[in-house]
Nanobody, 121 residues
Framework: QVQLVESGGGLVQPGGSLRLSCAAS????????MGWYRQAPGKQRELVAR???????NYVDSVKGRFTISGDNAKNTVYLQMNSLKPEDTAVYYC???????????????WGQGTQVTVSS
């Protein structure tokens, strides 16, 4: 019913930047929140940043001042601008969205397939 497609991961040197994108498509009436999670090897998945449909944002402390989440409601797309990247930012980054479906009154939490971000010299 809903698909999230991520792009923008890759390999970058410490101090570099990357921009992740995630586009939602399918039977969407509205999106309440979109966000980015990450999971490093041997660690639990953690919330990195989230944005609501009104534009409110929150970040995990470790990325504050370095990462910026933004959204385009018309395109059902969320972005994560990552600056001053550190090796500890290395992880698989997953897009997440809380979506009201256009079919019936359904509500789903959808996940993207994940995109690898590697910060290494």
């Amino acid at each position: 019913q809903v698909q999230l497609v991520e792009s923008g991961g890759g390999l970058v040197q410490p101090g570099g930047s990357l921009r992740l994108s995630c586009a939602a498509s399918g039977s969407i009436r509205s999106i309440d929140t979109m966000g980015w999670y990450r999971q490093a090897p041997g660690k639990q998945r953690e919330l990195v940043a989230r944005i609501t449909n009104s534009g409110s944002t929150n970040y995990v402390d470790s990325v504050k001042g370095r990462f910026t989440i933004s959204g385009d409601n018309a395109k059902n797309t969320v972005y994560l601008q990552m600056n001053s990247l550190k090796p500890e930012d290395t992880a698989v980054y997953y897009c997440n969205a809380a979506i009201k479906l256009s079919i019936g009154n359904g509500y789903v939490i959808s996940w993207g397939q994940g995109t690898q971000v590697t910060v290494s010299s």
